[in-house]
């Protein structure tokens, strides 16, 4: 097979992807290691910002979102005692939208047929060739029969764990890691919110955050130590934390349901600041991984396909190679931003073990100060609805 674009990995970003180019006349493979219905099990971020949004507005795949995605013009934070919102309308004239990352990526599947965008499911052993050459290739194993996809560029979509950053020599990029000593438990239950908005809670019993999908199904996390298993927190248990925390500071109070899912995620920061190889470019998280806390993953992975779309599409059309020459410095501009915001989020809303008394102080005087200056309320609006593109 001959294409002019290899994409690996058909999550959100790949699919984005994928469709730009098609929308654009460019030619293009999505390859995914997994089956469908893989992809669509895996839980993940449910806001998006206007970088996303338009996105699939760009390419009229909004109709969904548009009517059942919630608009958010505010979220919280808040203490033991007290809530701060931060009004992101008031103070950006902007807003984001609580649409689920699954129903994202539904969306982009079940047009994928209608728009000639063709997604190779379940390719096993993936592998990238001749990536630093002006003809690379990609060779995986479908149905026990072996495959190769020759094209002009490859993309990594494939995540953190994919073979695209594993491609490019170590010699060749500088890696920048930050591990959080904790992890979020998370539960996924179709019931109502307890908040009409997103709180993210900094309590004497620790970090919790309460969010939703729709106005019936909601998510929350809490803060949980790094030796802590799933199986050491029954639903029951998971419940009455969530209660403890969240009763005192939410319009509704808790309500308790079946767990749809439930599961431990590690925090991490990582930048890998070699985006592009050769003829191989790698987006979204083969390329960056930040904290949940912000919402900050999907929205980045969206706005590296902006620019790479762009640049892509420039090349073939008019042999520009600008926008690709431009590509990297471009996305790491804004991805080193949204890993400060996310780093500085954690950081404030967290109880970090190591942490004694002073730090607790700073904490509480920081989150005063937020709660008491609009400079800073509007620092953290215009950071969490999303750094304009370049």
Known sequence: MKTEVAIIGAGPSGLLLGH????????CVVIERQSADYVLGRIRAGVLETVTTDLMTRLGIDGRMNAEGLIEEGFNLATSDRVIRIDIAALTGRHVMVYGQTELTRDLMDAAPGRGLEIIYEAK??????????????TYIKDGAAQRIDCAFIVGCDGFHGPSRKAIPASAAQEYEHDYP???????ADVPPCHPELIYASTERGFALASMRSPTRSRYYIQVPLTDRIEDWSEERLWDELAARFDPLSAH????????EMSIAPLRSYVFETMRYGRLFLA?????????????GLNLAASDVAYLSDALIAFFKDGDEAG????????????????????????LMHRFPENGDFEQRMQAAELD????????QTAIAENYVGLPLQ
């Open 20 to 27: 730009l180019l098609r929308q654009a006349g460019v030619d």
């Open 125 to 138: 052993d993936v592998a990238l060739r001749d990536v630093e050459s002006d003809t690379p290739y990609v």
């Open 182 to 188: 904790f992890g979020w438990l998370g539960i996924l």
């Open 253 to 260: 109070g808790v309500t308790r349901g079946a767990a749809l």
């Open 284 to 296: 979204g998280d083969a390329a960056h991984i930040v904290p949940p806390t912000g919402a900050k």
């Open 324 to 347: 690709l020459a431009d590509y990297q410095g471009k996305a790491l501009a804004r991805i080193w931003k949204a890993e400060r915001f996310s780093w500085y989020l954690t950081k």
């Open 369 to 376: 100060y937020v709660a008491k200056s609009k400079a800073m």
